[in-house]
């Protein structure tokens, strides 16, 4: 019989503290996971997947040390632990090494109330193959698509719990259900494809396989004939789809572990502008039912909501334990780690300030310029926040789409382009970075 995750924790701080560690965390991950994928409606691939993986950080004065194994047997810990420990004294010394004290520890390790866990039954994978299968044939069932390049369904359940020698302890459950589809139209040269896939924490809160298949079988449809658009400074809009990767810049550079690293290119911008003053980046770690939601960090600080950036100006830089020792600040409870690795910082939940028009009413207001659907490749420079990125999309005429266009580039420079963003009102707000779509002032495009 499997032991309690509990348990396991606390025989890896017992089996570290005997191998002579003075300091302790450990994380035991209990997982399972399945996915199925159709094409032409035959099963594809299917794949399951399930285990427990046991994480030990052991910590000597400054100097730490992280091992791990799937095995959870007495013996193997034994060996982890003494493993690790003899790798803490040939570590070099980090002045970020330690645990939080005991008074800033979470009280409430309840996280049922987050709602992460779904307790309907682990679809079976059958089901999993007919949703699939649907999906497929309602897009093929749309007029001109040639074929579906793949389809697939996936669930899994997860279950963590993490213990320090510092007196915490506490875990919680997750789950997630994902199904997407990815057409093609065309043939040769001429053939374009788009896709459309949505995850949720509940499988009963999935779009239809019918939605999904029709939804990417229209966005393909809308790409046949896609052509370079103009070369030239104009305004971009970035689709709700990929808006949130602006805003993912934003929170990479104010990441403690760059700023520490003096390679970023907001690390002298901490009380700044870095958006319009009408927008805020607030985090909120305990909204219900959502993906990223947690009571408490990878080091047992308890969470709490905030504000990252707050009528356009920068309130703060996302830090965990180490990298607020380093700056000589306090954690701000967003450490996340795996079993294999220390604390890092890491970002939950996100939510961008909404604008009042729709994505339509800024389309008109750019009159000419590029709406942007999808993104490919990354050259961002983090020192500078230079940008370029391949792109595509549709080229907008006098605040209408004109036509589908593809093998561009859209350069420019982060921090003016924050600085001018104008939000639609079209962010889902299911997700765990809620940022609507984003207009962009004068990007410099690269086409024919």
């Known amino acids: 019989m499997a032991q309690p995750l509990d348990t396991l924790t606390q025989a890896l701080l017992k089996a570290a503290k005997a191998a002579g560690a003075e300091a302790a965390d450990a994380i035991v991950v ?82 049922s109330g987050l709602d992460l866990s779904d307790p309907a039954d682990e679809p079976a994978p059958a089901l999993l193959q007919d949703i699939a299968r649907r999906a497929e044939s309602a897009a093929l069932a749309v007029e001109g698509i040639s074929r579906v390049d793949s389809v697939g369904a996936g669930y899994g359940r997860r279950r963590v719990h993490l213990a320090t020698s510092g007196g915490f302890s506490g875990g919680y459950a997750r789950t997630d259900s994902s199904l997407y589809a990815v057409a093609i139209t065309g043939e040769g040269t001429g053939m374009e494809r788009d896709y459309f896939g949505e995850g949720r924490v509940y499988w009963s809160d999935l779009p239809s396989p019918e939605e999904v298949g029709r939804i990417a079988a229209e966005r393909t449809l809308a790409r046949r004939g896609a052509r370079k658009p103009r070369t030239g400074a104009f305004p971009v809009l970035f689709d709700e789809r990929v808006a949130s990767s602006l805003i993912g810049h934003l929170l990479g550079a104010i990441n403690g572990s760059a700023i520490v690293r003096g390679s970023s290119w907001l690390r002298d911008a901490m009380g700044e502008q870095v958006l319009p003053t009408a927008l805020s980046v607030t985090e909120n770690p305990h909204r219900a039912r959502v993906q990223g939601s947690r009571l408490f960090d990878a080091e047992g600080l ?147």
């Open 30 to 111: 209990d997982g399972t996971s399945i996915s199925i994928e159709v094409r032409n409606g035959a099963l594809e691939q299917a794949e399951r997947s399930e285990g427990v993986d046991a994480g030990l950080r052991v910590m000597i004065g400054q100097r730490q040390a992280c091992v791990s194994s799937s095995d959870t047997s007495a013996g193997t810990f034994a060996e982890m632990a003494e493993r690790a420990v003899a790798m803490a004294r040939e570590a070099p010394e980090d002045s970020g090494v330690g645990q939080a004290p005991a008074e800033l520890l979470a009280q409430d390790r309840d996280a």
């Open 302 to 448: 308890a969470t709490a909501p905030r504000d990252i950036v707050r009528d356009g100006m920068l309130q703060g830089w996302i830090l965990d334990l180490a990298t607020a020792r380093k700056l000589g600040l306090e954690s701000t409870a967003n450490a996340a780690r795996g079993t294999s690795s220390p604390p890092s910082p890491s970002v939950s939940n996100i939510a961008l300030t909404p604008g009042e028009h729709s994505r339509e009413a800024l389309l008109a207001e750019m009159g000419t310029g590029l709406l942007v659907t999808s993104m490919i490749g990354s050259t961002i420079n983090p020192t500078t926040g230079d940008y370029s990125r391949g792109a595509s999309g549709f080229w907008v005429e006098n605040g209408e789409l004109a036509y589908p266009v593809n093998e561009c580039t859209i350069a420019g420079n982060l921090r003016d382009m924050l600085k001018t963003l104008i939000p639609a009102n079209d962010a889902r707000p299911h997700l765990s970075r809620v940022v609507p779509s984003l207009l962009v002032e004068g990007l410099t495009l690269a086409g024919e």
